[in-house]
């Protein structure tokens, strides 16, 4: 009798706890969408431009190297994002857990209620995993089995993206794979679906553009338009057949993409309840467009707002980013992303 009623107590414990995330969500995208407030609701967050690989469809490794911010300029930084209403940061690069203040970011943001998700290639995750452990979401890159994957990240990545699976898995932390679709792995579909249940995780899927990420190089092992209309045909069709969420792309996200390469209008949210921040501190829209304002001195709540409210709205005539094309369909209040989305956060652990 004692058992059933601790474990009713923590049921509706963690009922409680999924309802305030699912509130905290959705109230300021109302407030933004009705109230036309324009809030920093959703940051990603290049942290650094290095990285430790050169995947084939990246051009990052040979980019322009711009300045890193100090850690203290980083906690301001948070500091200022969270008076300003941000709830989510996703840290991104370049490959975040070359910064040796990782772990001090992360635990920092948690202190300030701020949920986090980290996208990493997978490589430093057994040595950093002591200091993420309060991350909120880790997103893995995975493109295929061990000889697809490796031929467009390098030999022996497979094996690190797993054990970095393991780890997180054991660690309770939440597990995103982030999986770009290129000419070489579109018949990975089905593999990626169980690796993706065996280690509790989600997918999201992305396609490849007709140039390398951070460059205006050709790339050379991006989708066909015909390749890319039947992956993503056949990801809805996964979708339907999966009771659990396991593919994190809602369906109207995956049909948007489908229509790759041909332009496709789509709400912006950028600037709105959207922004991105590259290493150096700039305030732009996306990672798509030419930053706006430059990073000043002054790191107050009052700059940062500043900055925010100048960026300019975006009216794209396309956007083929997975994650953005989502968070566009939702500040759009797409019932069918909604309860998508929903779903995803009522089954996060953390």
């Known amino acids: 009798m004692f058992y059933s009623a601790s474990m009713d107590v923590k049921g509706l414990a963690n009922l409680k706890d999924k309802m305030r995330r699912i509130v905290s969500f959705s109230l300021p995208i109302l407030k933004a ?3 036309k407030r324009k809030i ?8 650094t431009n290095r990285c430790n690989l050169k995947c084939r469809y990246c051009g990052v490794a040979h980019a ?26 996703s840290f991104t690069g370049g490959e975040p857990l070359l910064r040796p203040d990782i772990g001090l970011i992360i635990d920092y ?39 697809i994957h490796d031929s467009i990240r390098g030999a022996g990545v497979f094996k690190a993206v797993i054990e970095a699976a393991r780890i997180i898995q054991r660690t309770n932390i939440p597990l995103k794979f982030f999986v770009t679709l290129t000419g070489i792995n579109v018949n990975q579909i089905d593999f990626l679906i169980n690796i993706a249940m065996e280690y509790n995780a989600v997918l999201v899927f992305q396609p490849s553009v007709q140039n390398k990420l951070y460059s205006n190089e050709v790339n050379e092992i991006c989708l066909s338009r015909a390749e890319n209309e039947m992956v993503f045909r056949q990801l809805i069709c996964r979708k339907r ?23 496709r209008y789509i709400r912006c949210a950028s600037g709105h309840i959207t922004g991105r921040i590259k290493s150096n501190g700039d305030f732009a829209p996306c990672n798509r467009y030419a930053l706006q304002t430059a990073a000043g001195a002054s790191l107050s709540p009052m700059d940062l707002k500043r900055k925010y409210l100048a960026l300019q709205n975006i009216s794209c005539e396309e956007c083929w980013c997975a994650n953005r ?26």
Request: hydrophobic share 45%.
């Open 33 to 35: 969408r009705f109230l």
């Open 40 to 47: 920093p609701l959703f940051v990603g967050w290049e942290l």
């Open 64 to 89: 322009v190297r711009g300045g890193e911010l100090d850690t203290q300029r980083i906690l301001l930084m948070v500091d200022g994002l969270k008076l300003l209403g941000t709830r989510f940061i």
């Open 109 to 147: 943001c948690r202190q300030k209620n701020v949920f986090t998700s980290l996208n990493s290639n997978g490589i430093l995750v057994k040595q950093k995993i002591s200091e993420i452990k309060n991350v909120n979401c880790v997103c893995l890159s995975l493109d295929g089995a061990e000889e």
């Open 241 to 263: 057949r999966l009771r659990k969420m396991v593919i994190a792309n809602s369906y109207m996200n995956l049909a948007h993409l489908s229509h790759w390469p041909h332009p």
């Open 325 to 350: 094309v989502e968070l566009n369909l939702l500040f759009a209040l797409q019932l069918e992303p909604i309860i998508n989305s929903i779903r995803y956060l009522a089954s996060n652990k953390k």
